[in-house]
């Protein structure tokens, strides 16, 4: 059983004063993740897991940097108080809105595929880029988390290095970073063969590299019995390689790690509240008001949540399966990969019982969406005890209201 990370009764408060569904997010366990990485050099946080402003204002005030992906992504983090400085655009493409506010604006960029390079250098010439690398191989959860190898779109295949690095010269640009990503859920036995790659990419960069950043990926416990991730081992392991590659280049480096579910997963809740119970055939049902509108990984994914029911974790359990409204069988939040029902032992529910999803505080919200034409759901920060509504519930009038001809 896993312990919730607020009490009972404010969970009970904070979904009475704003409904359900409802995601509640705990800053105290950010910091905690935070500390955990502390001896990087440099934490740059992946804002795709969660964008919340009032979340990348707090990760600001803790002293991280950030990562973007998309125009909006950059936006967000230059309106949450990061300094161009601060920032870093990480892409496969530059859609031509990209290359509009890059032009405006000087952030940094880390490149994902060779044809980016000529594309920069006409906005912004003899600048400093990074080099996305993909080493030949991948790791992750699931097949559609695995960002390295021949299957993935992410970075610059590990066999056309030099070909990219005459076209960066060539192109009047200096390639002062190295980045590599292989997927999210990376074990020790993949690690090892990530920091082989970089080792052997870094040697080869040339005088200019200055910076290298180790991606993401840190394992989250989501199962009750799972063991933690080693991060302290994983630290180590990449301060031994960052000291042999500064070795052999005979200079100083920085060392970047680019958490994202790392950090926020294990801080978020998804309240949502029993509407229905019912059984079919032998299968019995509790019916919430969440649907993978709010929490889309167990459809996506299959991936496991964990699951309690507030003021039940005494009560006797059975196997139950827990579904959403939504208009499709895939809207259930016990499934396994495939979308084969795997019902999890739960205690009976009553209706207007709320139901605790756990480790929702990353790819929950920041990939929620309006099918059904559902209204996105309100988000809740909690500092220490006090609780501050940091997204309110969307209403149907902002829902449709880029709808010419429909108001």
């Given at each position: 059983?896993?312990?919730?990370?607020?009490?009972?009764?404010?969970?009970?408060?904070?979904?009475?004063?704003?409904?359900?569904?409802?995601?509640?997010?705990?800053?105290?366990?950010?910091?905690?993740?935070?500390?955990?990485?502390?001896?990087?050099?440099?934490?740059?946080?992946?804002?795709?897991?969660?964008?919340?402003?009032?979340?990348?204002?707090?990760?600001?005030?803790?002293?991280?940097?950030?990562?973007a992906v998309s125009t909006g992504e950059v936006r967000r983090a230059l309106l949450a108080g990061f300094a161009p400085a601060d920032l870093h655009f990480t892409a496969d493409i530059f859609d031509r809105r990209i290359l509009e506010l890059l032009a405006e604006v000087d952030v940094h960029v880390n490149l994902g595929?060779?044809?980016?390079?000529?594309?920069?250098?006409?906005?912004?010439?003899?600048?400093?880029?990074?080099?996305?690398?993909?080493?030949?191989?991948?790791?992750?959860?699931?097949?559609?988390?695995?960002?390295?190898?021949?299957?993935?779109?992410?970075?610059?295949?590990?066999?056309?290095?030099?070909?990219?690095?005459?076209?960066?010269?060539?192109?009047?640009?200096?390639?002062?970073?190295?980045?590599?990503?292989?997927?999210?859920?990376?074990?020790?036995?993949?690690?090892?063969?990530?920091?082989?790659?970089?080792?052997?990419?870094?040697?080869?960069?040339?005088?200019?590299?200055?910076?290298?950043?180790?991606?993401?990926?840190?394992?989250?416990?989501?199962?009750a019995a799972e063991a933690r991730f080693d991060v302290a081992q994983y630290v180590a392991a990449w301060r031994e390689t960052k000291g042999e590659i500064e070795r052999?280049?005979?200079?100083?480096?920085?060392?970047?790690?680019?958490?994202?579910?790392?950090?926020?997963?294990?801080?978020?809740?998804?309240?949502?509240?029993?509407?229905?119970?019912?059984?079919?055939?032998?299968?019995?049902?509790?019916?919430?008001?969440?649907?993978?509108?709010?929490?889309?990984?167990?459809?996506?994914?299959?991936?496991?949540?964990?699951?309690?029911?507030?003021?039940?974790?005494?009560?006797?359990?059975?196997?139950?399966?827990?579904?959403?409204?939504?208009?499709?069988?895939?809207?259930?939040?016990?499934?396994?990969?495939?979308?084969?029902?795997?019902?999890?032992?739960?205690?009976?529910?009553?209706?207007?019982?709320?139901?605790?999803?756990?480790?929702?505080?990353?790819?929950?919200?920041?990939?929620?969406?309006?099918?059904?034409?559902?209204?996105?759901?309100?988000?809740?920060?909690?500092?220490?005890?006090?609780?501050?509504?940091?997204?309110?519930?969307?209403?149907?009038?902002?829902?449709?209201?880029?709808?010419?001809?429909?108001?």
């Amino acid at each position: 059983m896993k312990t919730r990370i607020l009490p009972d009764d404010l969970l009970r408060a904070l979904a009475r004063e704003h409904g359900t569904p409802l995601y509640v997010y705990h800053l105290d366990v950010v910091r905690a993740r935070v500390r955990d990485l502390a001896d990087f050099d440099v934490i740059r946080y992946a804002q795709k897991a969660n964008s919340n402003l009032s979340l990348l204002r707090a990760l600001h005030g803790m002293g991280l940097k950030v990562d973007a992906v998309s125009t909006g992504e950059v936006r967000r983090a230059l309106l949450a108080g990061f300094a161009p400085a601060d920032l870093h655009f990480t892409a496969d493409i530059f859609d031509r809105r990209i290359l509009e506010l890059l032009a405006e604006v000087d952030v940094h960029v880390n490149l994902g595929s060779p044809d980016m390079v000529e594309q920069y250098a006409a906005i912004r010439p003899g600048h400093e880029v990074t080099l996305r690398l993909n080493p030949g191989f991948g790791h992750g959860h699931d097949l559609k988390v695995s960002t390295g190898g021949p299957q993935s779109k992410h970075g610059i295949w590990r066999e056309q290095l030099p070909e990219v690095l005459e076209r960066v010269a060539h192109a009047g640009l200096r390639a002062t970073g190295l980045h590599m990503h292989i997927g999210s859920g990376s074990d020790f036995e993949h690690l090892g063969r990530v920091r082989a790659a970089l080792t052997e990419a870094a040697l080869a960069m040339g005088e200019h590299l200055s910076v290298l950043s180790t991606g993401g990926g840190l394992p989250t416990p989501y199962r009750a019995a799972e063991a933690r991730f080693d991060v302290a081992q994983y630290v180590a392991a990449w301060r031994e390689t960052k000291g042999e590659i500064e070795r052999e280049l005979g200079r100083r480096l920085t060392l970047e790690v680019e958490p994202g579910r790392y950090l926020v997963a294990e801080a978020g809740l998804l309240l949502a509240e029993v509407r229905a119970t019912k059984s079919s055939g032998e299968v019995e049902y509790l019916l919430v008001d969440a649907g993978f509108d709010n929490l889309v990984r167990p459809a996506f994914y299959g991936a496991y949540h964990h699951i309690s029911v507030l003021g039940r974790d005494a009560d006797p359990t059975a196997p139950r399966v827990v579904a959403g409204p939504l208009c499709e069988s895939a809207d259930m939040f016990t499934q396994s990969k495939g979308g084969l029902v795997e019902p999890r032992e739960l205690p009976h529910a009553e209706i207007g019982d709320l139901v605790c999803i756990h480790d929702a505080g990353a790819y929950a919200a920041s990939m929620a969406s309006n099918y059904n034409s559902r209204l996105l759901a309100a988000e809740v920060l909690v500092d220490g005890n006090e609780p501050r509504l940091v997204r309110r519930r969307q209403t149907f009038e902002e829902l449709v209201a880029a709808e010419l001809g429909c108001l």
